[in-house]
């Protein structure tokens, strides 16, 4: 199997990185990432017939990432980022032929007492919220949540992918449990100041306990601004011109069952008219043996210019090796009242490294 030489190059830059910033007392740099792959059956609603197929990324899209840090006086740090997403079942780069390479991050930034600042491609506003209210994370094959949200060929409405390019990101530091981000994305059009993208959450963190808020704005000319052109950018409304989205999402461990819980809402504004859709959605965790048995339903009613309702369940069992490696297997139904159903199902292992 060929690798694609892209990663090569950038697996051959990264050890060479982290070499350089291992002999320098000055500079630390780490290389990391995440490798998923599943075996199953896919079937789409709409699609005439499942595919059988070995995937990647059942429970987390794969990826390969490299952070280097620089000491600076008064207890500051700048950071450099790339992160690449890959598809190990084929060895290709990205989540979809013609992906950015570094779409995942690719950023530079300072860290201090006061927070983080990055410039470059860093994560969109409201994608770390939904994943910290549902149970499947950031699954694009099997979280409900994730699949009523983002586009990644699943038919998700919301416009702007899971990072945000051309973009200014505030983290501030957790205080009494509190955190806060902000994003401000140009639009880069001549002349239009007002096309961009701006969005912002708040996550709060006491023992079990976690709730999330978030929200973004996103105007006409930032629809295609340098992010990703494929799956992700445009959402799966027709003809979207702008979007407005808010969400709040929750969870509690009571150690014998966690349970998590999300509301979101998306107004898009069309060429032909507004889309509206309220999402709900609710889900488990519960330890069981040497893992956790989950289960997960989302269901999201559109109105406006388009009339219909979408209704997406998962259980599953995720068995935990140890920190680094896990297996899953999962079954998932995703219903479209105008499309008709279609049936998921698989097992998979993810390692971290």
Not at 127 to 141: C, D, K, W
Not at 340 to 349: A, E, H, K, S
């Amino acid at each position: 199997m060929k690798v694609n030489s892209k990663v090569a190059m950038y697996l051959g830059a990264a050890a060479l990185m982290t070499a350089s910033g291992s002999a320098s007392a000055d500079v630390d740099v780490s290389f990391y990432g995440l490798l998923d792959v599943w075996a199953g059956s896919q079937e789409t609603p709409g699609a005439d017939d499942d595919t059988k197929q070995l995937g990647a990324g059942g429970m987390t899209t794969s990826y390969i990432g490299t952070t280097a840090t620089i000491d600076l006086p008064n207890e500051t740090k700048a950071i450099a980022k790339l992160e690449m997403f890959l598809r190990p079942d084929n060895a290709e780069d990205g989540r979809y032929g013609g992906d950015e390479m570094f779409a995942r991050a690719a950023s530079v930034g300072f860290q201090g007492k006061l927070g983080t600042l990055s410039a470059g491609r860093v994560t969109a506003p409201l994608f770390l919220p939904v994943v910290f209210s549902n149970p499947y994370g950031g699954s694009f094959t099997f979280s409900p949540a994730i699949l009523h949200t983002y586009q990644g060929g699943n038919n998700g409405p919301y416009v702007g992918d899971s990072g945000w390019s051309d973009s200014l990101s505030y983290s501030s530091p957790s205080l009494g449990g509190l955190s806060a981000n902000l994003v401000y994305s140009f639009g880069e059009e001549e002349g239009e100041d007002s096309e961009n993208k701006v969005g912002a959450n708040l996550v709060y963190r006491n023992g079990g306990f976690m709730g999330t808020v978030a929200g973004h704005s996103i105007d006409e000319g930032a629809l295609d601004s340098g992010d990703s052109a494929g799956f992700g950018e445009g959402g799966a409304i027709p003809n979207a011109i702008g979007q407005d989205a808010y969400m709040a999402g929750v969870s509690y461990d009571f150690s014998v069952v966690k349970l998590f819980g999300m509301y979101q809402d998306l107004e898009t504004e069309t060429q032909t008219g507004d889309v509206d859709i309220d999402t709900v959605q609710a889900g488990f965790s519960i330890p069981a043996g040497p893992g956790s048995v989950l289960g997960s339903y989302a269901v999201s009613d559109y109105s406006g210019e388009i009339d219909d309702e979408r209704t997406t369940w998962t259980v599953g069992y995720d068995w935990v090796l140890n920190d680094n490696v896990d297996i899953y297997a999962n079954f998932m139904n995703d219903d479209f009242d105008e499309l008709g159903d279609g049936n998921t199902y698989g097992v998979g292992t993810r390692l971290k490294f």
